[in-house]
Structures are given as structure tokens and as C-alpha cells.
């Protein structure tokens, strides 16, 4: 089945270290997304990449960092100059900017 | 100011009726506008995409209606079932590029009750 699939469900960690969330996808989709969602606000994007070797800050850039080595993954680590890093965060892709996004399942983080 | 503002915050309906969901958004310039469905504890699926020409799409149960002039959406699903017990999200594409700035309502909680 084509799909997107982030690792792990969830993940805790102690405050001061890094941690990088997993974003694979098989739908041959050249742009990859990752969103965070926190409760009763919409979804704010962290970074995009259009093509593999290629990305661009969204709105909430600062504490994060990606990397597009590979056209079907796309990793995010959070560290520790994110200074609210608990959240729900979504990895999604899309054909192209114009197209419907496909989201994966999402990772819920903890930091303590 | 968000620029997309979705209402009522969450609605409780009794299985098999009906119900509206409004969008209403101020980005500009428009490029399309999404509904998507999201499940507790999962992304969010699209339900349907519609441009500026467009007044009405439907998938399955959901009709989404487009009123570009006023920059209203409505997202109404009819003869509600349990599985409809989501959380509904209205997404706006503004900008003239392909990579146009998506906008996210903060979502519609609706429950659906036996």
C-alpha cells in the first residue's frame, strides 16, 4: 500500500536532548511537508522540501532542523533550542504545492 | 489574525441527521480551498479540494460548497454515522505560485452519538 508512515507513535524525552522523528513515504511524491499541530489551533509548518537536496523554512522554523538526502524520507529533529517541543507533529507530501497533501499517522512528543 | 476561522467549535448530532460546517477565510489572493477529516490521533485524510470556479463538490456523504465572493465555505454531511466522529479542518491555498501558502482553520470537533 502507498502511504506515508512516521516512527515512532510516540516519544518521550528529557529536556535538553535532541530527537529526530522518522517520515517515509512510497508515493513518489517529490514535496514533503512537516506540520505541528498543538490543541484548538490549526496546523503550522515547520519546513517543506520540493525536490530531494532542497527545503525552506515554514512559520515555525527555529528549534528544528531537516534533511531530503532521499526523495522518500524526510526527517525532523527536534533539539533543544525548541523551547515548547511537546506536540502532535505531521509529516505529509504532495505531488505538487497545488495538490491534495497526504499525511501520515503523526508522533506525539513529550518532553520532559 | 488566523485567516481561516471555522465555527461552531465542536457539534454533538444524534446518528443519522444531518449537519453544516462554515469556513469562513480572508486569505487573498485565493488559489483553493480543502476540506480534510481528521481522527483522533491521526492525520488528516482529504475529503475534497475546490478552486475558484467551482460551487460544489461532493465525496460520499460530504458536500463542500465554495462562495468565493464571500469567501465562505460549508462542509455538510448528511445522514451522519458514528465514523463521521472526527474533527473536520478547512484549509485555504493562497498565492499565485504552485507552492501557495496553505492556511488551517483550527477544525470542527463533531461527535456523533447512537
Same mark, same amino acid.
Request: hydrophobic share 35%; charged share 10%.
Given at each position: 500500500d502507498g502511504g506515508i508512515t512516521q516512527s515512532p507513535k510516540y516519544l518521550f524525552r528529557k529536556e535538553g536532548q535532541n530527537v529526530t522523528l522518522s517520515c517515509e &513515504?512510497?508515493? %513518489?511524491?517529490?514535496?514533503?511537508?512537516?506540520?505541528r499541530q498543538d490543541p484548538g489551533q490549526g496546523l503550522r509548518l515547520i519546513y517543506y522540501s &520540493?525536490?530531494? %537536496?532542497?527545503?525552506?523554512?515554514?512559520?515555525?522554523?527555529e528549534g528544528y532542523s531537516v534533511s531530503r538526502e532521499k526523495k522518500e524520507?524526510?526527517?525532523?529533529?527536534?533539539?533543544s533550542a525548541q523551547k515548547n517541543p511537546t506536540a502532535f507533529y505531521l509529516c505529509a507530501s504532495s505531488i505538487d504545492g497545488r495538490q491534495p497533501l497526504?499525511?501520515?499517522n503523526g508522533t506525539r512528543l513529550t518532553v520532559t | 489574525k488566523n485567516q481561516?476561522?471555522?465555527?461552531?467549535?465542536?457539534?454533538?448530532?444524534?446518528?443519522?441527521?444531518?449537519c453544516t460546517l462554515q469556513c469562513n477565510y480572508t486569505v487573498s489572493p485565493?488559489?483553493?480551498l480543502r476540506w480534510y477529516k481528521q481522527d483522533t490521533g491521526r492525520g488528516p485524510v482529504s475529503l475534497t479540494i475546490m478552486t475558484f470556479s467551482e460551487n460544489t463538490k461532493s465525496n460520499g456523504r460530504y458536500t463542500a460548497t465554495l462562495d468565493a465572493d464571500t469567501k465562505q465555505s460549508s462542509l455538510h454531511i448528511t445522514a451522519s454515522?458514528?465514523?463521521d466522529s472526527a474533527?473536520?479542518?478547512?484549509?485555504?491555498?493562497?498565492?499565485t505560485d504552485s507552492w501557495g501558502k496553505l492556511q488551517f482553520g483550527a477544525g470542527t470537533q463533531v461527535v456523533v452519538t447512537p
Open positions: &513515504q512510497n508515493l %513518489n511524491h517529490d514535496a514533503m511537508y512537516w506540520y &520540493q525536490i530531494v %537536496n532542497d527545503f525552506q523554512k515554514g512559520d515555525i522554523a524520507s524526510f526527517p525532523l529533529t527536534v533539539t497526504h499525511f501520515g | 481561516v476561522e471555522q465555527s461552531p467549535q465542536s457539534l454533538i448530532i444524534l446518528e443519522g441527521k444531518n485565493f488559489s483553493n454515522q458514528l465514523s474533527s473536520y479542518i478547512c484549509v485555504v491555498s493562497g498565492g
